[in-house]
């Protein structure tokens, strides 16, 4: 079974654009959910979509968001970007996001902001 | 609020002896444990999890954990380290009051020297 896909690997913007990042979740899981990895905040829940729902949130400003299409996949979408929104962020998918899940991860996207 | 803790930034062990990376935990109801390991420019892999049952977990790659309730710990643990080892170890909670979110610990990188 091939597991979870992100694209693009990498990406390098600017101050004040907007970016869109994309997971494909593992065949049959439902839930998607993504974080955000940088050397001084570690790894921090944005959000998690189920049955194209928000269904949890993390305490991240507005200009972050997302959304879950009926196929489980799922994109996030920073808007307005600032020099600290350089990150990786790391989508994972579970079954049905169930506590006792195991949440599989992707292997990222790399986001510079110049 | 739930919080994880790993209090060794860095772990060195050589080859062929056993290893511990240490966590303890914080929650206000029943946790569910995670450990997770992430290579250079990779995403994180699943290792292993405790929901409930038996304290020991045995997981991936001959790794395996300890739950410890009285003193909130889920140290991982191997009897025989190998070089591939080195990598960085995340360990992660998840209760009803956090929802579905993992909340991570800061990491311990592990560094088995040949």
């Known amino acids: 079974k091939a597991g979870v896909t992100q694209t693009p690997r990498y990406l390098i913007k600017t101050r004040g654009q907007q970016v869109t990042l994309s997971c494909s979740p593992i065949?049959?899981?439902?839930?998607v959910s993504w974080y955000q990895q940088t050397p001084g905040q570690g790894l921090q829940f944005l959000f998690e979509y189920f049955s194209e729902t928000q269904r949890n949130k993390g305490n991240f400003p507005g200009r972050f968001s997302g959304r879950q299409f009926s196929n489980s996949r799922s994109e996030m979408n920073v808007s307005t970007l600032e020099l600290g929104d350089s990150a990786l962020y790391l989508c994972a998918s579970s079954l049905s996001g169930a506590y006792t899940d195991t949440q599989y991860f992707g292997p990222g996207t790399r986001l510079t902001v110049l | 609020a739930q919080s994880v803790a790993q209090p060794e930034d860095q772990v060195n062990v050589a080859e062929g002896n056993p290893l511990t990376v240490k966590c303890t935990y914080s929650v206000s109801g029943n946790p569910y444990l995670f450990w997770y390991v992430q290579y250079p420019n990779r995403g994180l892999q699943f290792l292993l999890k405790y929901i409930t049952g038996d304290n020991l977990v045995k997981g991936s790659y001959g790794f395996e954990a300890e739950f410890n309730k009285s003193q909130t710990s889920f140290h991982l643990k191997k009897p025989s380290a190998l070089v591939s080892d080195s990598a960085l170890y995340f360990c992660?909670?998840?209760?009803?009051?956090?929802?579905?979110?993992?909340?991570f610990g800061k990491g311990t990188t592990l560094s088995v020297s040949s």
């Open positions: 065949s049959g899981h439902r839930s």
């Open positions: 992660a909670v998840r209760d009803y009051q956090a929802g579905t979110a993992l909340i």
